[in-house]
């Protein structure tokens, strides 16, 4: 058996950018990025000795180790996500912006709405395909462990204050509206639907739905 190891990426690291510091993004990515992947391997070692002969939903070892994978686990997926989609101003590929028209009226009240979700989030605000209905979504989570499932993530926004506190400190607004919208590319999304045939599911989905 060869146990899941995650690895640390450095060639995801964000280039320099208008509106986030070196500081700010070494700091996030160098120290916080890490050390999610430090702690998931971490876990995955201890799991493999663990006691698994008492495990309880109120307190067991096995319980407190799996609760952290996931909190470390979905945190290095999301941020190797944020990493690229904070890439340089680009538009949506044409597929994904027909179904944001479709589903949200217009490109910039999609925009207004993904804007408002991570204002509002303490965690992440997250667009994303969803693969049971075909319909995109912004989900806001407050926290790497709560997520929705069976869906693909097109454009990922950190709103943790580790992600803009050294440059902004409280003034949440300014990050997003000067250090992420500024940067925020569509490229991940693009290769996520170079990988799955978004596209074709969606319109399959909406056709069993009418
Ligand atoms: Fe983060």
Same mark, same amino acid.
């Given at each position: 058996?060869?146990?899941?190891?995650?690895?640390f990426k450095p060639?995801l690291k964000?280039?320099?950018?208008?509106?986030?510091?070196?500081?700010?993004l070494?700091d996030h990515f160098d120290i916080k990025y890490k050390g999610y992947v430090t $702690?998931?391997?971490?876990?995955?070692?201890?799991?493999?000795?663990?006691?698994?002969?008492?495990?309880?939903?109120?307190?067991?070892?096995?319980? =407190?180790?799996?609760?952290?994978?996931?909190?470390?686990?979905?945190s290095i997926?999301l941020h190797e996500?944020y990493w690229?989609?904070?890439?340089?101003?680009?538009?949506?590929?044409?597929?994904?912006?027909?179904?944001?028209? =479709?589903?949200?009226?217009?490109?910039?009240?999609?925009?207004?709405?993904?804007?408002?979700?991570?204002?509002?989030?303490?965690?992440?605000?997250?667009?994303?395909?969803?693969?049971?209905?075909?319909?995109? *979504?912004? *989900?806001?989570?407050?926290?790497?462990?709560?997520?929705?499932?069976?869906?693909?993530?097109?454009?990922?926004?950190d709103?943790?204050?580790h992600?803009?506190?050294?440059?902004?400190?409280?003034?949440? $607004?300014?990050?997003?509206?000067?250090?992420?919208?500024?940067?925020?590319?569509?490229?991940?999304?693009?290769?996520?639907?170079?990988?799955?045939?978004?596209?074709?599911?969606?319109?399959?989905?909406?056709?069993?739905?009418?």
């Amino acid at each position: 058996m060869v146990q899941f190891q995650a690895q640390f990426k450095p060639e995801l690291k964000p280039k320099p950018m208008p509106g986030l510091s070196d500081r700010q993004l070494n700091d996030h990515f160098d120290i916080k990025y890490k050390g999610y992947v430090t $702690k998931l391997n971490e876990i995955q070692t201890k799991l493999k000795g663990v006691n698994k002969e008492a495990p309880s939903p109120n307190y067991s070892d096995i319980r =407190e180790l799996l609760v952290e994978r996931l909190f470390n686990y979905n945190s290095i997926k999301l941020h190797e996500a944020y990493w690229q989609c904070l890439a340089g101003a680009s538009d949506p590929p044409e597929p994904i912006k027909q179904m944001i028209t =479709e589903d949200f009226g217009s490109y910039n009240t999609w925009k207004e709405e993904f804007k408002a979700c991570g204002l509002s989030a303490r965690g992440w605000s997250i667009c994303a395909f969803d693969l049971d209905t075909g319909r995109l *979504f912004n *989900f806001l989570t407050d926290n790497h462990s709560i997520g929705a499932w069976n869906v693909i993530p097109l454009m990922i926004m950190d709103m943790y204050e580790h992600a803009y506190y050294i440059d902004y400190g409280g003034t949440v $607004k300014r990050y997003v509206e000067e250090g992420f919208l500024p940067n925020m590319s569509w490229k991940y999304a693009a290769r996520m639907l170079e990988r799955h045939p978004l596209s074709e599911y969606r319109t399959s989905l909406l056709e069993k739905a009418a």
